[in-house]
């Protein structure tokens, strides 16, 4: 879906980029708690890989759009979207976060999701605003600028 969209393995790839660090997060976050692996950390573990890609796709589609049509460098255009997305990234998984924490938080038998959705958001975010600049701009750094599709008429990302 995202090759469809994005029209640039390129992109895609710094996109999932984030999936490891998301993964890291959610089986980090369940051994220092002590939880097992099941169902709900599994339900939980999707729902934060969601999440975390919305955020990445959210900085990696600005990066490139400054990149494409501001004339910015792959770094600068990292940079400049990091700085630009934080808020908005920070508000969403800060949100998330805290929904989950009174779940997490439970002795019932969704506490897993809870605690896998807060561990997997917490590395997501930081690697987002950190480690997802530096992949972009690395790959992106000799990328040709224009329309990456085979249709004439489509000029968009």
């Known amino acids: 879906m995202l090759l469809a969209y994005f029209q640039q393995a390129r992109i895609v790839l710094i996109v999932m980029s984030t999936t490891p660090a998301i993964l890291l997060g959610v089986l980090s976050f369940l051994m220092i708690t002590g939880t097992t692996l099941n169902v709900q950390s599994f339900m939980g573990a999707i729902m934060c890989t969601g999440v975390g890609i919305a955020n990445a796709i959210l900085l990696v589609v600005f990066a490139e759009k400054s990149r494409q049509e501001g004339g910015m460098s792959a770094q600068e ?3 400049h979207a990091a700085q630009s997305r934080m808020r908005p990234i920070l508000m969403t998984s800060i949100a998330m976060v805290a929904g989950m924490v009174p779940m ?4 019932g038998q969704s506490a897993p999701l809870g605690r896998a959705v807060i561990g997997g958001l917490v590395m997501s975010t930081s690697s987002v605003l950190t480690l997802l600049p530096l992949v972009f701009a690395i790959i992106q750094n000799k990328a ?10 489509d000029h968009g990302l």
């Open 104 to 107: 997490a938080l439970s002795a």
């Open 77 to 79: 255009a990292a940079v």
């Open 144 to 153: 040709r600028i224009g329309s990456h599709s085979m249709h004439p008429a």
